[in-house]
């Protein structure tokens, strides 16, 4: 069967990698699969994880590439040359440019830890975003998948998922509970979803 090749962008330790590497192998995603791991952190264990699992595994970082317009012209390179039809941001750590987003356009897909419009964009991240969360009070929050524009967490909402904040939680006790109730089970249905519809068009147009 024909899939569509993805490739997956990382900066830390990688859970919601792990969440699709699961999901690949007890088959909840089919329709792609995963065939390239890029770090721009060359230490993020999520290396560790693709290795693990038998992925092919790189990292490229800006400083070798002289700068951002240097490391997406890499990566670029990296994507192109393995034919990778959607690219999934799971814990990346850095903002794309719209010369990149334009290039991939529908084709790259993102996990916020949040109930987007709800602490997203510029300077909302990991985290950070829980610490907001607590700090305003919300008593519900969640995550996001949604897919990638020139505008950080601006793009259209694919996935949702609302998860209670409870009292006495910190920053780190709610990160855990959104990435268990949430995020790995939303970033891996998104992929399966965003993933069939590509094959789907690809097919519709041979
Ligand atoms: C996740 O909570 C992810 O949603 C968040 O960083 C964490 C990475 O964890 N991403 C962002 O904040 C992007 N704006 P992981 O490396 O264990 O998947």
Redesign the pocket.
């Known amino acids: 069967m024909n899939r569509i090749k993805i490739a997956v962008l990382?900066?830390?330790?990688?859970?919601?990698?792990?969440a699709l590497i699961d999901a690949q192998k007890n088959g909840k995603l089919h329709s792609g699969e995963l065939a390239l791991i890029v770090s721009n952190k060359p230490d993020a264990y999520?290396l560790e994880r693709a290795k693990r699992a038998g992925l092919e595994a790189l990292a490229i970082s800006r400083a070798d590439c002289g700068g951002q317009e240097g490391f997406e012209t890499s990566l670029m390179e990296a994507l192109d040359s393995r034919r990778i039809g959607l690219i999934v941001?799971?814990?990346?750590?850095s903002i794309l440019s719209a010369r990149f987003t334009k290039h991939y356009e529908n084709r790259i897909i993102?996990?916020?830890?949040s109930l987007i419009p709800s602490f997203?964009g510029k300077g909302?991240?990991?985290l950070r975003?829980h610490e907001a969360a607590l700090a305003y009070g919300v008593k519900v929050t969640g995550?996001t998948v949604h897919y990638v524009n020139e505008i950080p967490?601006g793009g259209k909402i694919i996935l949702q998922k609302a998860v209670y904040v409870q009292p006495g939680d910190t920053p780190e006790i709610l990160?855990r509970r959104?990435?268990e109730q949430a995020?790995w089970l939303i970033l891996p249905e998104a992929a399966e979803l965003v993933s069939a519809k590509l094959l789907n068009d690809k097919e519709s147009k041979t």
């Open positions: 990382v900066s830390g330790g990688g859970t919601n990698l792990q999520a941001l799971a814990g990346f750590m993102n996990i916020h830890p997203c909302f991240y990991g975003v995550a967490d990160q959104v990435m995020e």
